[in-house]
């Protein structure tokens, strides 16, 4: 037996989704750019992904374009805002995913903008009175870049209270919601915010294809340079199967939302008391039995030599899980979140992951293996 719980690492291609991309890798070959009956056919399944993705998101299709994936999405969001939009200063967590952390680090390093830490709490909160004293303390031009639901221990961030705040004192709002597209709604006229990012792989789309939701106020110039692809701000020709995949793997989500997360959120809670009955010493990270992001469990280990290999140990037995994120898995340096939020602790952390995919069969297996190693 193979348990995948690592769905936040990537979560597996639905057999739907694959089924709707197929024929844009074996029979619709046309360049969407050409101007023939294939190219045009190409091109409108690109524009009606884009329909699809605007309208589950309440945007307008000018506002949505298609990337290679989270990392890039974001990417663009702050190197474009600091160059075209004037944006001096970056206020962001430590908590953040490498994407937006290390893009940020190098735009601090390269001396073109100012950055502060927004105050975080032992579960991953953000303090929202420290971010508010920020905003006020100065009046260069800001961006906020505060990720949705964390990758690694599932804490979620208060958006509605965000995007007002930056609204009040005239922030631009970027968040990272790769981990909350398509498994919670998300709505931009009743939550203002001026980018967003999302990743199909983390809704049983595609790897390597993404968008960017770009608010019509913010007009920034090409990332990429050549062709006049994506309205001329991605140069490169589209990744049309992978968009059409993205596009109904997200209506798919959508669609589905409230009873994937049902059937999710009781797996995880299932998980959480075998877990806690059967090695009664762990620790559970982040607002995990408040706002959380269903599909994430993350759990502390106390450390000793049988914890030391535990997700490798759980390989072997046939399980799949992280000690992290999937970009910092296999790094001997650790967590960068767990580091920020309990720079002392020796525990080893393990994030289990969920998809509606799974089954409690496969919790049982999962406990049973853990009992073992442990
Ligand atoms: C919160 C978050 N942001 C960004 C990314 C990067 O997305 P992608 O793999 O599409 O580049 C990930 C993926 O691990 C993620 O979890």
């Known amino acids: 037996m193979r348990v995948y719980f ?8 639905s057999e739907e989704v694959l089924q709707t991309m197929l024929p844009y890798l074996r029979e619709h070959q046309g360049n969407p750019s050409s101007i023939h009956a294939d190219g045009r056919k190409a091109r409108t399944a690109i524009e009606d992904a884009r329909k699809t993705v605007a309208n589950y998101l309440n945007a307008s299709i000018g ?7 989270g990392t890039e999405s974001s990417n663009m969001v702050l190197k474009c805002a600091v160059r ?12 953040e995913h490498h994407c937006v952390l290390h893009t940020v680090e190098n735009l601090e390093k390269a001396g073109l903008v100012q950055v502060n830490y927004v105050n975080i709490d032992k579960k991953g ?16 031009k800001t961006l906020v870049s505060l990720m949705y639901a964390n ?13 007002a ?3 009040e004192n005239q922030a631009l709002f970027h968040s990272d919601t790769v981990q909350a597209v398509g498994h919670f709604p998300i709505d931009v006229q009743s939550m203002p915010i001026n980018f ?8 049983h789309g595609p790897k390597g294809v993404g968008f960017v939701y770009i608010n019509g106020d913010n007009i920034i110039n090409p990332y990429i340079n050549g062709g006049s692809q994506e309205r001329n701000m991605r140069a490169g020709t ?10 109904k793997a997200f209506e798919l989500s959508c669609e589905n939302m409230q009873e994937r997360r049902k059937y999710i959120d009781e797996l995880r809670s299932y998980f959480k008391v075998q877990l806690q009955a059967a090695i009664p010493d762990i620790t559970f990270n982040g607002d995990h039995d408040g706002h959380y992001l269903h599909k994430v469990l993350s759990v502390s280990f106390p450390n000793s030599p049988k914890t030391e290999l535990i997700v490798f140990n759980l390989d072997i037995a046939g399980i799949s899980a992280s000690g992290g994120s999937a970009c910092s898995s296999g790094v001997e340096a650790g967590s960068h979140v767990m580091a920020a939020l309990q720079p002392d602790d020796l525990s080893k952390t393990v994030r289990f992951s969920f998809s509606h995919y799974n089954t409690k069969e496969e919790v049982d297996y999962v406990i049973e293996k853990l009992k073992k190693v442990i």
């Open 84 to 95: 075209d939009l004037g944006v001096q200063r970056i206020i962001t967590s430590k908590i």
């Open 125 to 140: 909160k953000v303090d929202l009175e420290h971010l508010e004293t920020l905003l006020q303390a100065d009046n260069t």
């Open 63 to 69: 506002e949505i374009f298609f990337t290679s994936g």
């Open 6 to 13: 690592d769905n936040a690492a990537t979560t597996p291609l």
């Open 238 to 247: 589209e990744n049309v199967a992978g968009i059409v995949g993205l596009a």
């Open 196 to 203: 967003l990012t999302g990743s199909a792989h983390k809704f």
């Open 165 to 167: 705040l930056c609204q």
């Open 151 to 163: 990758n690694e221990i599932g804490t979620l961030l208060d958006t509605e209270k965000v995007s």
